[in-house]
């Protein structure tokens, strides 16, 4: 017997399956909750059970640009379906049918999924999966910070300039801070500030409103750490996320004025000490704007962890409306043929973030 449901957040199915399955923060429905208020989305969870294992698919949910359907997106960040462990690969593809059966019932024109590094890195089986159009793409590669060893002998392991700058800021008499009130009161206007700073999207802006959702929505497994100067002034934040053994760096900013200083450096230290005194299994720096080798990439691999492979899988349930989603586009955008910059679904590439 197997079974197929799309869930509200505050469904207790959605956590039951999260029970079974190995997940992140990303997965739970309150992470699904913020981020659909933040897009103007409604958050949903797939699941599908047989007899021995479970699936589920967080999703948020939004009406086509042209209203001839919906559009499905995994919430931001590495929110790939997951699976009970051990799940063969013959229950991923009977999972992944009746997903794209039940996307269809739901008006579903197209899926984008942002698969996890560490989880579930790929969807192999979806070459065997025959309805529906199913694309697994490269997007680039992230970064983990390793936790074998003491501080110290780690140190002599990570890039001069790193090791050269943590050296400084302790010298210099920075103290390091964890889930005060003051860290978390100062990390939005750093972060706004620093997002303004490198000219990034306004999708990655986040209003205070919303960090303070992060903050007592996700109290349970959120963080918040900081450094301070030798005066007591903070110079840097950055929010940080726990669940399953997992430690992701999320969010961070840094004040304009100690940019030459790189103060986050010593911030991930402490984090890293951290993870070690709480049997985290992974430290993850997550990789760079947009997935790409760039300055922040590079910046997380001196600290000489492990690349890993971020991939994304683009569905297209409904083919017909597909097309002319991507045609009505075409003619809004005065274009003769749709070029989406990796960006999926097409017609949706002047109105958000990936």
Known sequence: MSLSRFLQTDDSLWMQALELCEHDIYHLPAYASLESDWIKAEPLAFRYDNAQYTMLLPLLVRPTPGAMGFDAVTPYGYSSPVFTQDAPIEFMIEALVAFQTAALQQGFITTFMRLHPLLHSELGCISMVTTGSWTQTVRGNTVTMPLDGENEEWLGRVAKGHRLDICKLIDKGCTFILDSDEAWNAFPLIYRST????????????????????????????????????????????????????????????????????????????MRKWAQEHKIKYFHLGGGLGSGRDSLFEFKLRFGGEILTFRTVSVVHNEKAFRQECANWCTQAHIESVESNGFFPPYRAQHGKL
């Not at 490198?198 to 963080?223: M, P, Q, T, W």
């Open 195 to 270: 997002m303004e700073r490198i000219g990034a999207e306004k999708g990655y802006c986040y209003s205070d409103e919303y960090l303070a959702g992060f903050r007592h929505k996700l109290s349970e497994y959120v963080h918040c750490g900081a450094l301070l100067d030798s005066a007591g002034e903070v110079m840097c934040a950055g929010l940080f996320t726990s669940v399953s053994g997992i430690l992701q760096y999320h969010l961070s900013g840094t004040k304009g004025e100690y940019t030459k200083q790189a103060p986050m450096k010593l911030v991930l230290l402490n």
